[in-house]
Nanobody, 119 residues
Framework: QVQLVESGGGLVQAGGSLSLSCAAS????????MGWYRQAPGKQRELVAT???????NYADSVEGRFTISRDNTKNTMYLQMNSLKPEDAAVYYC?????????????WGQGTQVTVSS
């Protein structure tokens, strides 16, 4: 019912920047909350940033001031601008969206995109 397509990962040197995007498509009423998560090898998946439909944002302490989450509700797309990247930011980044179907909601995950940061 809902498809998520992530793009924008890649290899960057420490101190560099990358931008991720996550586009949602399918049959649904609306997208409420959206978020980015990441998982490094041998570690649990962790929250990076979230954004509500109204644009309220929340960031992990480790990325506050360096990453910016945004969304375009007209395109059902979310973005993550990552600046001043550090080697410890390297991980597979996943987008997550909460979709409303009438009276109920459900969560969906993207396929993940690899971010590699060289020191």
């Amino acid at each position: 019912q809902v498809q998520l397509v992530e793009s924008g990962g890649g290899l960057v040197q420490a101190g560099g920047s990358l931008s991720l995007s996550c586009a949602a498509s399918g049959r649904f009423f609306s997208i409420t909350a959206m978020g980015w998560y990441r998982q490094a090898p041998g570690k649990q998946r962790e929250l990076v940033a979230t954004i509500t439909r109204d644009g309220n944002t929340n960031y992990a302490d480790s990325v506050e001031g360096r990453f910016t989450i945004s969304r375009d509700n007209t395109k059902n797309t979310m973005y993550l601008q990552m600046n001043s990247l550090k080697p410890e930011d390297a991980a597979v980044y996943y987008c997550q969206v909460r979709v409303r179907f009438g009276v109920y909601e459900d969560d969906y995950w993207g396929q993940g995109t690899q971010v590699t940061v060289s020191s």
